[in-house]
């Protein structure tokens, strides 16, 4: 086996509150990437995978204590400098935020936002890197691009600007992808197309990904091991199928069980 | 059934600019010429492809955008034609649950004072029963009362979501738009909002015009279903109908997604 391209060993987040008592929003999580891998983290809404998405880079608010160690492509991003880190996020680590639309900057055009990116960590400049951009709108469903590259942020709708910010961050060309709920606004047949583009980078460049996703479908299409996290705890950490087809845990047939349960009959009556 | 909202032949359009310097090239037709309306107690759920007009439906319907053609009626009334109390009243009437949480909650104001606003607003409750009525909210969505001193950015994505769902009922509405209002939650706690809706439109017979991009849980929650596309309504049948013999390809490819392959081309 190769050598993982993230390692977490026993990572803990609290976020310290005003007056309330302390968060312990992830407790002792340990897990690891390896290069081409697509790990999906599932679970509850508030289980933590957010938190454990932003503490890889330390990303997260000052009121957040962070505890364990981290390890991407051989750096200790908890304890590295503030600059060895910048130089990671958004190159060797690139992000898909849960909030696209807050992550988008709202006085930049879309084609100004991705033509940044690109300069900034590929070798590309000037024009090419303006057809690149129009390339990156286009492989994620964007139509008439070379057009739509001049609108701002708010002139497109909630999917088209979860697409964006996906193209933002592979237009960087990262070895790995985090990627929170990157498909929650997107309809099946979109959402196909760019699950096959995610496969498509992560065969042929060998992209890794971290895909937190509660649509367990999409994980079941793309994700080769799932990891389950329970009130901030990885209860279960297995291949896709064995996960899915026999869960281990109560929590995690559970979720199964809840998938099942909102289905196509009509329950309305 | 009593309508509420009735969406007459409304279109909405927006400036299509392009080049660096953004002249205007012509328009993007968003929304063009739909018709819907949407009564007491009835469940209509709305489904369509990223970019397919549904969000600019839902702001017409609102009245938070002005229509290019067309109006949409509120109680009989032209939004743009309501003055003074006459549209504080129908603010009421109509509540929404937007597609993106972080916008439409105020970054500054705690959870509990969210909820508190509209109450006070439309002078609904004050003292304990409001902080009663605000427990009570919390509790809807399945969110723990500890929450009440969080801000929105110290709240995980579908907490967030939650909270604006709680902040729409809390005036209890007539009509609630929700864009969806799903689609960041798990299954579990996605499963108990469809839940709570649907209990809503039994029991206290709400209006609700559910956006969603999943068919099933759109079919499960909604006697009616319009399918929109490029602007247009498609189709619009009841959920049986949709499900069993769809009128369009679109929705049938809708119906088929679990079959679509990765690796086919
Ligand atoms: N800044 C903060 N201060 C206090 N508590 C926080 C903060 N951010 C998150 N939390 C809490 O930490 C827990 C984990 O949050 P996190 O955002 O990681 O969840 P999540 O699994 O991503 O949920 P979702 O699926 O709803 O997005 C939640 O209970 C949340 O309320
Ligand atoms: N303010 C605006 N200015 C210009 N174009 C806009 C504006 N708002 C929406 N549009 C365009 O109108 C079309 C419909 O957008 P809308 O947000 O209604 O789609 P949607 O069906 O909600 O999509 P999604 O499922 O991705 O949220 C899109 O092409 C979008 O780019
Ligand atoms: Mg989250
Ligand atoms: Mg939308």
């Known amino acids: 086996m190769s050598t993982p391209l993230l390692t977490v060993e026993n990572l803990s987040v609290s976020y310290q509150g005003r007056g309330e008592e302390a968060v312990r929003a992830v407790e002792g999580v340990s897990f690891t990437v390896e290069p081409g891998e697509v790990l999906a983290l599932v679970g509850e809404s508030g289980c933590g995978k957010t938190s454990v998405a932003l503490a890889l880079t330390r990303l997260l608010p000052s009121s957040a204590a962070v505890s364990g ?12 400098a503030a600059d060895s880190l910048r130089a990671i996020r958004g190159g060797t680590i690139g992000y898909v935020f849960q909030d696209p639309a807050a992550s988008l900057n709202p006085v930049l055009t879309i084609g100004e936002q991705l033509v940044e990116a690109i300069t900034l960590h ?53 070895a790995l992808l985090v990627a929170d709920e990157p498909t929650t606004a997107l309809d099946v ?81 | 059934m009593t309508v509420i909202l009735e969406a007459v ?12 310097l953004r002249r205007q090239l012509g328009a993007v037709q968003a929304v063009e010429r739909v018709s819907l ?72 104001m705690t959870v509990e004072e969210a909820l508190s606003e509209p109450l006070s607003i439309h002078r609904l409750a004050a003292g304990a029963s409001r902080r009663a009525r605000v427990d009570a909210l919390l509790e809807l969505v399945r969110l723990s009362t500890s929450y009440r001193r969080r801000l929105p950015r110290e709240l995980s994505g579908g907490e967030r979501q939650r909270v604006g769902i709680a902040r729409a009922l809390a005036v209890e509405p007539a009509a609630l738009i929700c864009d969806e209002p799903i689609a960041s939650l798990d299954v579990s706690v996605g499963a108990q909002i469809l839940e709570l809706l649907r209990a809503l439109c039994r029991e206290r017979r709400l209006a609700l015009l559910f956006i969603s991009h999943d ?22 049948a009841p959920t049986e109908q949709i499900v069993n013999r769809p009128g369009h390809p679109y929705t049938t490819l809708l119906l088929r997604s679990a079959e679509l392959d990765l690796d086919q081309a």
């Open chain 1, 69 to 80: 160690r981290v390890t991407i492509d051989g750096l200790n991003t908890l304890e590295a």
């Open chain 1, 122 to 174: 590929t070798e590309a400049r000037g024009a090419s890197a303006g057809h690149l951009a129009v390339e990156w709108l286009q492989r994620v469903g964007i139509v008439s691009a070379e057009e739509r590259l001049h609108a701002y942020p708010h002139e497109f709708s909630g999917g088209m600007q979860q697409r964006v910010c996906l193209a933002m961050a592979l237009a960087a060309q990262p």
């Open chain 1, 189 to 269: 047949t979109v959402q196909v197309q760019i699950l096959r583009l995610l496969r498509d980078l992560q065969r042929s460049l060998r992209l890794s990904v971290l895909l937190i996703s509660h649509d367990l479908t999409v994980v079941e299409r793309i994700a080769h091991r799932v990891g389950v996290l329970s009130a901030g705890r990885l209860v279960e950490l297995g291949p896709t199928d064995q996960v899915l087809r026999q869960p281990q845990h109560p929590y995690t047939a559970q979720l199964l069980q809840y998938r099942n349960m909102i289905s196509l009959r009509p329950n309305h009556q």
């Open chain 2, 9 to 20: 032949h409304v279109s909405k359009s927006f400036p299509r600019r392009g080049g660096v």
């Open chain 2, 37 to 108: 309306a949407l009564g007491t107690g009835e469940s209509l759920g709305l489904v369509g492809e990223s970019g397919s007009g549904k969000t600019t439906l839902a702001k017409l319907f609102i009245g938070l955008l002005r229509p290019t053609e067309g109006e949409v009626l509120v109680r009989g009334a032209s939004w743009f034609r309501l003055r003074g109390g006459e549209r504080l009243a129908a603010r009421r009437t109509v509540q929404f649950v937007f597609q993106d949480p972080m916008n439409s909650l105020n970054p500054r």
């Open chain 2, 215 to 236: 068919l099933r849980a759109v079919a499960s929650l909604c006697r009616r279903i319009a399918v929109m596309r490029e602007g247009k309504l498609l189709e619009l």
